[in-house]
């Protein structure tokens, strides 16, 4: 398996292929793929599924993937390193990187929302105009579009229900999710009492209304959506365990350790040390 870093926060590159020249590769970024035109197939984590014009696909850092050119495939690819986006500040949405984590469970096309199809072809075309000209300031313009992706890219998957969730699951219940997504790294705000409160639920209703709609407790949710992103921590970043503790707002290095632990079996450096000898 190839592993590929980046050190610039953002690079937009076109390709123009008649096979995938990498094959099962792993990135350390983020990595956005517009179908410009051709089709094929995406394997990504074990599934098969089409590609074709005008497909808007995320990559993760968690994901392993090869692509099977079909037809001559045009891509643009936007790779956006990982501090980029969990540093991203949005007037709406408080934690992107939860987000467009969630990718991780999607296979596809992201785009559920029609009319960011035209949108997103639109910033596509200019994106193309402006890596082609070479002009002054296009480094800031390339930002802004990329930036517009981002976004575009959090509101549609923010549509997809998370896995496990009923089919008839009312809108509390995704406001709810939303709320621990973008709280996660603020423990006060995850308790049971703060979230029942926020949504005017009795705190013995809670449990249930939850595991109800999600199949699983909102504790259980909770902590393997929090294990997640520290996984991505210790796998893709240079943090310091410290400074992991300070992030999720845990009490000390011992009390972050247990919990790693508990859920995983492993401890944060040993987690950390086997990445580090597959990769």
């Known amino acids: 398996m190839r592993k590929e870093n980046m050190h610039q926060s953002v690079e937009v590159i076109y390709k123009k ?3 995938c020249p990498i094959g099962n590769s792993q990135f350390s970024f983020f990595q956005m793929v517009y179908v410009i035109s051709g089709n094929g197939f995406l394997h990504i984590n074990g599934n098969c599924i089409s590609y074709q014009a005008g497909n808007l696909m995320l990559l993760t850092p968690n ?6 050119i079909v037809t001559t495939t045009e891509f643009l690819l936007v790779k956006i390193n990982s ?3 969990r540093d991203y500040k949005s007037k709406s949405i408080d ?8 990718a991780s ?3 596809g096309c992201i785009l559920k929302r029609k009319e960011d199809e035209f949108l997103v072809k639109s910033i596509v075309e200019s994106l193309m105009q402006t890596i082609e000209s070479k002009d002054v300031y296009d480094e800031d313009l390339i930002i802004h579009y990329v930036n517009a992706l981002i976004v575009i890219a959090a509101r549609n998957i923010d549509k997809i229900k998370p896995v496990g969730i009923k ?3 009312d809108k509390r219940i995704l406001d709810i999710i939303n709320y621990i997504q973008a709280n996660i790294f603020c423990p006060q705000k995850l308790k049971a009492s703060a979230i029942a409160e926020k949504f005017d639920i009795s705190d013995t209703y809670l449990g249930t209304y939850f595991k109800n709609h999600c199949g699983e407790t909102i504790q259980s949710f909770i902590s393997n959506y929090k294990i997640r992103l520290i996984e991505h921590r210790l796998s893709f970043s240079d943090m ?3 400074e992991i503790v300070d992030e999720f707002g845990f009490s000390d290095e011992s009390h972050l350790n247990k919990f790693f632990k508990k859920h995983r079996n492993i401890s944060l450096t040993g987690y950390r040390k086997a990445k580090v000898m597959l990769d």
């Open 105 to 107: 469970h999607l296979s």
């Open 63 to 68: 994901d392993y993937h090869t692509f099977d």
């Open 17 to 19: 292929v008649n096979e």
């Open 95 to 102: 934690h992107i990187e939860c987000i467009l984590h969630y």
């Open 83 to 85: 501090e980029y986006v």
């Open 240 to 242: 310091r365990i410290n």
């Open 167 to 169: 089919e008839n699951a």
